[in-house]
């Protein structure tokens, strides 16, 4: 790409970031190229759809929770692993209102351009609880697949004006239901003070 495409595709994602976060994931297209100061037609070159935008907008975090996954696989107790990456995504969530909606139907939808990174996201989770539940400190009656609704629940509640002063506690009530034995209680009192 060429030194100025790439600037312009970089300054229309960080003009979508911005307006993504003021407004929610169902901003306007129109909006964000007028903000942009560039022609709707010039932003649907760049990104041809919402989605196409969300994933070159999302996909450094993408990459960089997947990659916290995978240094938390080795560095962390299972319990603290977990739990420390559940808290961080469910912040990442948070950045960017209605985002969590999309990620939950394009896990299922292999045609959705952020199909690929949820699956990825999902997958990085999902070994991080497999690996708690191999040392006997997470419920063995859920899977992948629920960690990643429980991202979506808990960052919904963070999206609602009335019950976001809830959702630390409630995060902590989660963390605790899915941990087993003394370990839960030690693991959410341990990331409690340490929420982005």
């Given at each position: 790409?060429r030194?100025d495409?790439?600037?312009?595709?970089?300054?229309?994602?960080?003009?979508?970031?911005?307006?993504?976060?003021?407004?929610?994931v169902?901003?306007?297209?129109?909006?964000?190229?007028?903000?942009?100061?560039?022609?709707l037609?010039?932003?649907?070159?760049?990104?041809?759809?919402?989605?196409?935008?969300?994933d070159?907008?999302?996909?450094?975090?993408?990459?960089?929770?997947?990659a916290?996954?995978?240094?938390l696989?080795?560095?962390?107790?299972?319990?603290?692993?977990?739990?420390?990456?559940?808290?961080?995504?469910?912040?990442?969530t948070?950045?960017?209102r209605?985002?969590?909606?999309?990620?939950?139907?394009?896990?299922?939808?292999?045609?959705?351009?952020?199909?690929?990174?949820?699956?990825?996201?999902?997958?990085?989770?999902?070994?991080?609880?497999?690996?708690?539940q191999?040392a006997?400190?997470?419920?063995?009656?859920?899977?992948?697949?629920?960690?990643?609704?429980?991202?979506?629940?808990?960052?919904?509640?963070?999206?609602?004006?009335?019950?976001?002063?809830?959702?630390?506690?409630?995060?902590?009530?989660?963390?605790?239901?899915?941990l087993?034995?003394?370990?839960?209680?030690?693991?959410?009192?341990?990331?409690?003070?340490?929420r982005?």
């Open positions: 790409m030194a495409a790439r600037k312009n595709r970089d300054h229309l994602l960080a003009v979508a970031g911005t307006a993504i976060a003021e407004q929610g169902e901003v306007s297209l129109r909006d964000i190229a007028r903000r942009a100061d560039v022609g037609a010039t932003l649907l070159r760049h990104f041809p759809t919402r989605e196409a935008l969300l070159a907008l999302l996909h450094t975090s993408f990459e960089a929770l997947t916290k996954a995978g240094a696989e080795t560095s962390d107790s299972p319990d603290e692993a977990l739990v420390s990456w559940l808290r961080d995504c469910v912040a990442w948070t950045e960017y209605g985002v969590t909606v999309l990620m939950a139907a394009a896990i299922e939808d292999p045609g959705s351009a952020l199909h690929a990174s949820c699956v990825t996201l999902r997958a990085a989770g999902a070994r991080l609880l497999t690996r708690a191999a006997g400190v997470a419920r063995n009656d859920i899977d992948g697949a629920d960690v990643f609704a429980l991202v979506a629940a808990l960052a919904w509640l963070g999206d609602q004006p009335a019950l976001a002063p809830r959702a630390g506690h409630l995060f902590d009530v989660v963390a605790s239901a899915i087993t034995g003394a370990a839960s209680g030690d693991a959410g009192r341990a990331t409690t003070d340490s982005p």
